[in-house]
C-alpha cells in the first residue's frame, strides 16, 4: 500500500518541473516508485498522469515490467484506466507465458489474474504445464499440504479442491496425452468432479466419445517458433514509436491539468503534516 504523503510530495517534486522546465526527469528514480505514482494518480483520478506514467514504463522500464509481471498483472486489472498497460502486459504473457508462470512470483499472482489467463484459447502453453503451474499455485496457498498427493489425507484433498475449484473448469483435461493424465492427473483424481474423471477414464481407456456427458474444450493455440523473437522486437519497436507519439500529444494537456491540479495537492499536503 502506497503512502500517500510520500505519493504527493513525489508528484509535485517531479512534476512541477515539468510544469516549470518542460522536462520531466525520471531517469534514476526506482521504477518500483513510479509504479507507486501511477497507481495513486488513478486513485487521485489523476488520468493525465497515468496516461503519462504508462507510456513511460513501456518505453523506458520494459525490463522491470516483465520482472514483476505478477504484481503488475494483480494490480493493473483492478481499473479501466490502465488500459495501455494492460494491453501491453497481455500481450508479452500470451505470447512468453513462461515470463510469469516461470517467476519466482507467480504463486503470488491473485486467482482473478490466473483464471483470466488460463481461460483463454491463446494462452500460449502445453496444458500439461498449465496443469502442474497450476497445482503450484495452491500447494503455496496450502503449507501444510506434502508435496505428494499420496500422502495426502482426505482432508487435503477437499482443503486442496477448494483452492482450485474456480481454476478447474479451465484445465483442458482432454487436452492431455493419456500418458500425460495416467502420470499427473490419476493421482489428484479426488480433486475433480466424479462425472469429469469418468469421462476422463472413457475417453483415455476406451476412445469412445459417445459416452462422454462433460464437456471437451479445444486445444490451446500452442505455438513455438523461432520468429517469435523477431516478431517480439518488431511489435515492441511499433509499440515504442507509439508510446512516444503519445506522450508528445498527452504533453500540453497534461501541463495545463497539473496546473490546476497543483494548488490542489499543495493543500493535500499540508493537510496531511
Not at 512470483?105 to 500460449?124: N, P, Q, Y
Not at 493419456?178 to 474423471?197: D, G, T, W
Request: proline share 3%; hydrophobic share 40%.
Amino acid at each position: 500500500m502506497f503512502n500517500v504523503l510520500v505519493i504527493l510530495r513525489f508528484i509535485i517534486n517531479h512534476f512541477s518541473r515539468y510544469i516549470y522546465g518542460g522536462i520531466l526527469p525520471l531517469d534514476g528514480v526506482d521504477p518500483s516508485d513510479i509504479f507507486d505514482v501511477f497507481v495513486a494518480a488513478e486513485t487521485l483520478n489523476c488520468q493525465e498522469i497515468v496516461n503519462y506514467l504508462q507510456s513511460y514504463l513501456i518505453k523506458n522500464e520494459a525490463k522491470w515490467l516483465k520482472e514483476h509481471l505478477s504484481l503488475i498483472h494483480n494490480t493493473i486489472f483492478q481499473s479501466n484506466s490502465f488500459l495501455e498497460l494492460q494491453n501491453y502486459c497481455t500481450d508479452i504473457i500470451l505470447k512468453y507465458p513462461e515470463k510469469l508462470f516461470k517467476s519466482s512470483d507467480f504463486t503470488s499472482l491473485s486467482e482473478k489474474s490466473l483464471i483470466s489467463l488460463i481461460k483463454r484459447d491463446d494462452l500460449r502453453m502445453k496444458e500439461i504445464d498449465i496443469w502442474e503451474h497450476i497445482l503450484s499455485w495452491g500447494l503455496e496457498r496450502n503449507p501444510t499440504l506434502l508435496p505428494e498427493p499420496d500422502d495426502w489425507s482426505d482432508d487435503d484433498f477437499k482443503a486442496m479442491r477448494n483452492t482450485l475449484q474456480e481454476c478447474l473448469p479451465f484445465i483442458r483435461f482432454f487436452q492431455l496425452s493419456s500418458k500425460e493424465f495416467l502420470k499427473r492427473v490419476i493421482p489428484y483424481q479426488k480433486l475433480l468432479n466424479a462425472q469429469l474423471y469418468k469421462d476422463l477414464l472413457t475417453y483415455h481407456l476406451d476412445d469412445d466419445n459417445n459416452n462422454i456427458i462433460s464437456v471437451i474444450q479445444p486445444a490451446r493455440v500452442y505455438i513455438s517458433t523461432d520468429s517469435e523473437s523477431i516478431e517480439l522486437q518488431h511489435e515492441s519497436s511499433i509499440k515504442k514509436e507509439e508510446a512516444e507519439k503519445s506522450m508528445q500529444m498527452h504533453n500540453l494537456n497534461l501541463i495545463i491539468f497539473l496546473m490546476k491540479e497543483l494548488e490542489l495537492v499543495v493543500f493535500f499536503i499540508k493537510e496531511l503534516e
